[in-house]
């Protein structure tokens, strides 16, 4: 069974401060993996990572994929509290019906002033 | 665990059809969330539902409607159906009742195709 896993769930922190959020995953015919901002409605797209090794940057975020340790990280530096919200996870696999998206359970976020 | 259970997976329908989309949420949740993710966009918001009252209300066209059952479970009914709605249909829920608006839970999604 295709899984999403996501650590902490719940992260409380001070502005300034450097954050890692974690996904690990165990689905068939990776194809992607993808991070989104959920704030008040609709999830943001913040990345798409689909080769190992590469390091996405933007601004203040960044991210990475290990393909062969089946992980990726999330990582915010200089903390401010706009970015407060939940950090989901997203793994795009194929399976018999096409593609197949398996979240995470996100990690909530609290940067305090 | 139990997750989001969304129905069906894979749907195809031709222009002018209608379709209904179902989600069964987390047992417990009292929320439920339906976003629409087009081809390379970011999931856009439709609707939302607590407690079986509709409690929020986004990009949803006219021609979609939805509501939630007393069992929690919750359908996204579509009529006159365009190319255009094609797309992956998400349904979220989460537990508001006492504790917060804490943790989506996102269902893998039903992938709507319009020919």
């Known amino acids: 069974e295709d899984k999403v896993v996501q650590s902490p769930l719940s992260l409380v922190v001070h502005e300034g401060d450097t954050v890692t959020l974690n996904c690990s995953y165990e689905v068939t015919n990776f194809r992607s993996l993808l991070w989104y901002k959920q704030e008040k409605k609709a999830p943001t797209f913040l990345f798409m990572l689909?080769?190992?090794?590469i390091e996405k940057k933007s601004g203040r975020l960044s991210s990475i994929l290990d393909k062969k340790e089946l992980f990726s990280i999330l990582n915010i530096t200089a903390t401010q509290t706009g970015d407060s919200a939940v950090y989901l996870c997203?793994?795009?696999?194929?399976?018999?019906?096409?593609?197949?998206?398996?979240f995470g359970p996100g990690t909530r976020l609290s940067v305090l002033p | 665990a139990a997750g989001v259970i969304q129905s069906p997976r894979h749907l195809i329908k031709e222009k002018r059809e209608t379709a209904t989309l179902k989600c069964y949420p987390i047992?417990?949740?009292?929320?439920v969330y339906w976003y629409q993710q087009g081809p390379g966009q970011d999931p856009q918001f439709l609707i939302s539902?607590?407690?079986?009252?509709?409690?929020d209300k986004g990009s949803i066209p006219d021609r979609f409607s939805a509501q939630q059952f007393s069992d929690y479970h919750s359908e996204l009914n579509m009529s006159s159906l365009e190319l255009g709605d094609s797309a992956l249909y998400f349904c979220?829920?989460?537990?508001?009742?006492?504790?917060?608006?804490?943790?989506?839970?996102f269902g893998s999604g039903t992938r709507l195709t319009v020919v």
């Open positions: 979220a829920s989460s537990r508001i009742r006492g504790q917060g608006n804490y943790g989506y839970t």
């Open positions: 047992p417990r949740h009292d929320t």
């Open positions: 689909t080769s190992s090794g």
């Open positions: 539902f607590y407690e079986k009252m509709q409690s």
């Open positions: 997203a793994v795009e696999a194929r399976d018999n019906y096409g593609q197949n998206f398996v």
